[in-house]
C-alpha cells in the first residue's frame, strides 16, 4: 500500500505541478510554485537522513554551500550554469563526506546540535567573508541560466519566470526520483537494518558508519541542488540570520517532513506543499505565521502522528473497525 500511495503522490505531484505553471497567469504566483518545488526537494533529501533516525538541524548549511558555490562559479569563474549545478551538489556531497566521520558517531540529540552548529558557522562564515560573499550585504545579480537551443524546441530562454519554473520543476522531478528509487534499492534495506539493531547488523559484517556516512551524503547532494536551484532564481543571496538560511529554515524543513509524515517517502511532498500553502494564506498576517504553523504542527503530532499522509490508512481502519463493532 505504501509504494502504491508513494508512486500515486510523486505522479500527482509532478501533474499538477505542470498543470500549475500554466494556471499561474503571472510572476508572483510562479514564484511560489518555485519556493513549493525547492523546499519539496529540501524536504525530501532531508526524510533521507530521517530514515537512519538522526535529526539534522544543519540542512540549510549544505543548501547554503551548493547556492554560494554555483553563484560564485558563475560569478567569477564564469561556469556555465548547466555546469555549475552538479558541480555544487558535489561540493556539498564532498564536504558531508569530510565531515561524516566525526560527525555520524554522534546520534540523536548530539547530532542534531553538531549539525545545527555547523550550518550558523557557515552562515557566519559567510556573512563576514566580504571579499567572496559579498559579507552582509550580500551576492547581487546573480546570473540566470541564460538561452540554450534544444531539438525541436529551438531556442528557450530560462530567465523567464514561467521558463525557470519548468526548470527547476525537471530538476526538482529528476532528483525526487533518484531518491525513490535509492529507497526501493538494496541501499535502504540496509539502512533500515542499521536503524532498528545496529549492533546485529555489524554483527553480520555491515559497515554501519560506512553507510550512514553514503546517507548523508546523498541527502547533502541534492541539499545543495537546491540551494544552487534557489540563489539562479532569487538573483541575489543574503545569509541574516532571518534568511532561507537561518535557523528557522531548517526547523520548517522538520516540521514539513513530521506533518506530512516521516515513514512514507511521500510525506515531505505533502507536507510542503499544504504547509507553504497555508502560510501564503496566511502572509497578511505575518508575525503570526510561526504561531499558526506551530499550532499545525501541535495537532498533528498529538492526533496524526504518522502525519497527513497516514489519514487514508487511519480511516481505513477506522472503517475495519466500525464493521466489526
Not at 494556471?23 to 526524510?47: P, T
Not at 538541524?57 to 550554469?81: D, P
Not at 516540521?255 to 504547509?275: A, D, H, M, Q, R
Request: glycine share 8%.
Amino acid at each position: 500500500m505504501n509504494k502504491k500511495t508513494n508512486t500515486m503522490i510523486i505522479l500527482l505531484f509532478t501533474l499538477v505541478s505542470f498543470l500549475a505553471g500554466r494556471w499561474a497567469g503571472n510572476d508572483y504566483l510562479l514564484s511560489v510554485l518555485i519556493l513549493i518545488a525547492i523546499n519539496v526537494l529540501m524536504a525530501c533529501s532531508l526524510r533521507t537522513i530521517f530514515i537512519l533516525e538522526q535529526i539534522s538541524l544543519g540542512h540549510v548549511g549544505f543548501a547554503l554551500i551548493g547556492a554560494y558555490s554555483s553563484a560564485l562559479m558563475v560569478m567569477k569563474l564564469n561556469i556555465s550554469f548547466w555546469l555549475a549545478l552538479p558541480l555544487s551538489g558535489s561540493i556539498c556531497a564532498l564536504t558531508a563526506l569530510l565531515l561524516g566521520y566525526p560527525f555520524l558517531r554522534l546520534k540523536g540529540i548530539y547530532f542534531a546540535i553538531l549539525t545545527f552548529m555547523l550550518a550558523e558557522s557557515l552562515r557566519l562564515i559567510a556573512y563576514n567573508w566580504r571579499s567572496l560573499t559579498g559579507g552582509q550585504f550580500g551576492l547581487t545579480d546573480i546570473p540566470g541560466p541564460g538561452t540554450i537551443g534544444l531539438p525541436f524546441l529551438g531556442t528557450i530562454d530560462f530567465d523567464t519566470m514561467e521558463n525557470y519554473y519548468y526548470l527547476t520543476l525537471m530538476v526538482v522531478i529528476l532528483s525526487i526520483l533518484v531518491l525513490f528509487f535509492i529507497e526501493k534499492s538494496h541501499l535502504n534495506v540496509k539502512w533500515r537494518a542499521i536503524k532498528d539493531a545496529e549492533s546485529l547488523a555489524q554483527s553480520v559484517g555491515m559497515n554501519a558508519i560506512l553507510h550512514r556516512i553514503m546517507n548523508f551524503v546523498i541527502a547533502s547532494f541534492f541539499a545543495g541542488i537546491g540551494g544552487a536551484l534557489f540563489a539562479h532564481y532569487q538573483k541575489g543571496l543574503s545569509v541574516e540570520v532571518t534568511s532561507r538560511f537561518g535557523i528557522m529554515a531548517s526547523i520548517y524543513l522538520l516540521v514539513y517532513v513530521v506533518i506530512g509524515g516521516k515513514e512514507k517517502f511521500s510525506g515531505p511532498i505533502v507536507g510542503t506543499i499544504v504547509l507553504m500553502m497555508i502560510s501564503e494564506f496566511a502572509r497578511s498576517f505575518e508575525e503570526y505565521r510561526p504561531i499558526i504553523i506551530g499550532f499545525i504542527a501541535i495537532i498533528v503530532v498529538l492526533f496524526l502522528p504518522e502525519g497527513v499522509t497516514g489519514i487514508p490508512e487511519r480511516l481505513t481502519r477506522l472503517k475495519q473497525q466500525l464493521k466489526k463493532g
